[in-house]
Nanobody, 121 residues
Framework: QVQLVESGGGLVQAGGSLRLSCAAS????????MGWYRQAPGKQRELVAT???????NYADSVTGRFTISRDDTKNTMFLQMNSLKPEDAAVYYC???????????????WGQGTQVTVSS
């Protein structure tokens, strides 16, 4: 099976930075698009940023210019560099990936368990 494990969350002051990581492991043939989503209390889960296998990125307007998504396909890992954090960035951050497994050869959507980001004002 496939697992996605996030790390790097924590408590930071407004204006500070954090770097999230998402490591995929298991029976992986190929990883297509990967992405970060977040969910704040009482709100719906929202897209933060995505990155295709070709490196094309897409960001939510609210994080453009402050967050940078990247990936290292040699390690099946994705990153989210978050700078100039604001209190409204506080949420549980989830990683998502479209993965083709080795056997059976299936394309499926996988989610991590989430990592908490707290931003103090």
């Amino acid at each position: 099976q496939v697992q996605l494990v996030e790390s790097g969350g924590g408590l930071v002051q407004a204006g500070g930075s954090l770097r999230l990581s998402c490591a995929a492991s298991g029976s992986i043939r190929r990883i297509n698009t990967m992405g970060w989503y977040r969910q704040a209390p009482g709100k719906q889960r929202e897209l933060v940023a995505t990155i295709t296998s070709g490196g094309i990125t897409n960001y939510a307007d609210s994080v453009t210019g402050r967050f940078t998504i990247s990936r290292d396909d040699t390690k099946n890992t994705m990153f989210l560099q978050m700078n100039s954090l604001k209190p409204e960035d506080a949420a549980v951050y989830y990683c998502n990936a479209e993965i083709i497994t080795i056997w059976p050869s299936l394309l499926a959507d996988y989610w991590g368990q989430g990592t908490q980001v707290t931003v103090s004002s």
